[in-house]
């Protein structure tokens, strides 16, 4: 954010005041950022018979996802995933209208509050073009989220 622009004799002097932070949660290798966005979850069992869930992401990184409120595609009804029934399960995710990604994850944990159940998944077997692509996205979106909350503390 631009602060000042000061010219002293021939130089130009730009003061710039960086974001007042960047989140890394949980010392975990990849930035992660909370949204709220639709992801795609295909469940898929040992016979190969898959299943798919409408479901929104609550944060994102390079390395996983944590997705809540999963709808069955066909009877339009919110359920309850059970892991253990599946073998292989695959994410795909809305980053953006341009940005459409389908990963491989494995199942890592179940949490249940009041609101809903939450699901981790970690990504397995990514490609760095992936992994570059969810990075460059989690960083533009914590920029703007640092933004929108600079503006609402101003206002």
């Known amino acids: 954010i631009l602060q000042e622009i000061k010219q002293q004799d021939d130089i130009i002097y730009l003061t710039i005041v960086p974001p007042a932070r960047i989140v890394k949660h949980q010392n975990r290798k990849y930035y992660r950022v909370s949204l709220r966005r639709a992801c795609v ?5 040992e016979d190969g018979n898959s299943t798919c869930y409408m479901s929104k992401m609550i944060d994102v990184s390079a390395g996983g ?3 809540h409120k999963l709808e ?3 009877k339009n009804d ?5 892991p253990e029934k599946y073998k292989y399960f695959n994410i795909v995710l809305f ?3 341009d940005t459409v ?3 491989s994850a494995r199942y890592v944990r179940h ?5 809903s159940n939450k699901y981790a998944f970690e ?4 490609k760095q073009q992936d992994i570059d692509t969810i990075s460059k996205y989690v960083t533009k979106e914590q920029v703007e989220q640092l933004k929108q909350q600079n503006k609402l503390q101003m206002a």
């Open 101 to 103: 990604l389908k990963l």
């Open 65 to 67: 996802v944590l997705i």
């Open 72 to 74: 069955s595609m066909f």
């Open 95 to 97: 980053l953006d209208i």
């Open 78 to 82: 919110f359920v309850t995933l059970e």
């Open 41 to 45: 979850l295909v469940a898929t069992d």
């Open 111 to 115: 949490e249940v509050d009041a609101d």
């Open 123 to 126: 990504f397995m077997r990514m």
